[in-house]
């Protein structure tokens, strides 16, 4: 899929996992439309990457908790840019304590981000997704195997994507748009750093026995919206080094 007139928007990519799957489309010929809640020069940072290969790019400051933003983030990405072809669902927050402790608030933000968002930003993206659309969203390892306490509303926010990915898959099929979910593990990003308190833990349930790069997540997104991506639809693909092995 991914080419010289291929249009791509991902959500959640001033930073992390999100920027290195805008870097990668940019590398593979897209134009990248991209969302970010709060961080402005991170944003425009990101940008100037993707536009240094030649590609175009469109930071669009959105929150994935508001439903109206997700929609108006597409509707302007496809204006902007012309259509849009490969739409990944990638913000996310990680909500992280006693299951007693959370709030409705907190509950509905992470639902809305995690799940809501997704759904209604494949809504929207149907109006301009073709023979040949990705929709790829991305989920956590976690949602496969709790290895902590405290995962509770994260699992739960989270694990709403493989039923909705292989739902929408047979849905979608016929019009030859692909849905496929990438489960990333241990990731050494700003949310979950290789040398925070908690990464010696981690790296025990790590068949490999290290943290993945943001890198290695964006590479099987940018297949998954490539050429050799297009008979692979329904699948839940997890990088997480064995964690859940």
Do not use: C, W
């Not at 990457?49 to 109206?68: F, H, Q």
């Not at 490969?86 to 907190?106: H, M, Q, R, S, W």
């Not at 759904?119 to 390892?141: K, T």
Request: glycine share 12%; hydrophobic share 45%; net charge negative.
């Amino acid at each position: 899929m991914t080419n010289s007139n291929t249009v791509a928007l991902v959500t959640g990519a001033s930073r992390g996992i999100g920027a290195a799957i805008a870097r990668a489309l940019a590398a593979t010929g897209a134009d990248v439309a991209f969302t970010y809640q709060r961080d402005e020069v991170a944003a425009k940072a990101v940008a100037a990457e993707i536009e240094a290969t030649g590609r175009r790019a469109l930071p669009i400051k959105a929150d994935s908790a508001d439903a109206a933003q997700i929609v108006a983030a597409v509707e302007r990405t496809a204006r902007e840019l012309g259509g849009l072809d490969v739409l990944v669902n990638n913000a996310g927050i990680f909500p992280a304590k006693p299951y007693e402790e959370f709030t409705l608030d907190e509950i509905d933000r992470a639902l809305n981000i995690h799940a809501r968002a997704a759904f209604v930003a494949g809504q929207a993206a149907l109006g301009y997704l073709g023979d040949g659309g990705r929709i790829i969203s991305i989920g956590s390892n976690l949602s496969d195997r709790a290895l902590f306490g405290g995962l509770s509303l994260y699992n739960l926010s989270k694990s709403a994507l493989n039923g909705f990915t292989k739902a929408l898959a047979r849905e979608l099929g016929p019009r030859g748009i692909t849905v496929n979910l990438v489960q990333p593990g241990p990731t050494d990003t700003d949310m979950n750093p290789a040398d925070s308190a908690h990464a010696a833990t981690q790296r025990e349930f790590n068949a490999l026995g290290r943290f993945g790069a943001a890198a290695d997540v964006a590479e099987l997104v940018a297949f998954l919206a490539g050429p050799s991506g297009r008979s692979i639809t329904g699948a839940i693909l997890t990088v997480d080094g064995g964690t859940n092995a």
